[in-house]
């Protein structure tokens, strides 16, 4: 499958391998949402809500301009800046995935997600909620 046209020209998702839309992926991250925000409105899309605690962020797909100040090269931008940051990141693993617009749609990751590592990621997320998943 190829980058799409409005990805390619603006470089919203990025990172060096290609994570699918397979219903094992986005199941899990359905869970973590399910459990960091059960009451969110996902009638039409499901987007996820911008949360942040020690363990992981979730930031939904950014339409916005730079939040830092530098609007020019995408090198430029600091960690934090909505424009650049990754829409999933697990702080103790470093796992970062990134997509356009939707979770996991034109997904990538800055690691293979081979065996379980975005299973044992998102559990561990979970975990970090303290509440018991349904």
Known sequence: MYMELGNMLFGNSRGSY??????ENYLEF??????????R??????YGVEFEND???VMPYWWGDCTC?????L???????KLVK??????????????????LRDAYSNVELSGNIL????????????????
């Open 41 to 46: 409105d996902f009638s039409y899309r499901e």
């Open 75 to 81: 090198e430029d931008h600091e960690l934090d800046c």
């Open 119 to 134: 299973k044992n990621a998102i559990d561990d997320c979970i975990k970090s909620l303290n509440i018991k998943e349904e």
């Open 18 to 23: 290609r994570v699918e839309r397979t219903d």
């Open 86 to 103: 990754p829409n999933f990141f697990h702080k103790s693993s470093g796992l970062e995935v990134s997509w356009y617009k939707y979770p």
């Open 55 to 57: 363990t992981f962020w």
């Open 30 to 39: 359905e869970r973590l949402f399910n459990a960091y925000s059960p009451d």
């Open 69 to 73: 100040g530098c609007d020019e090269n």
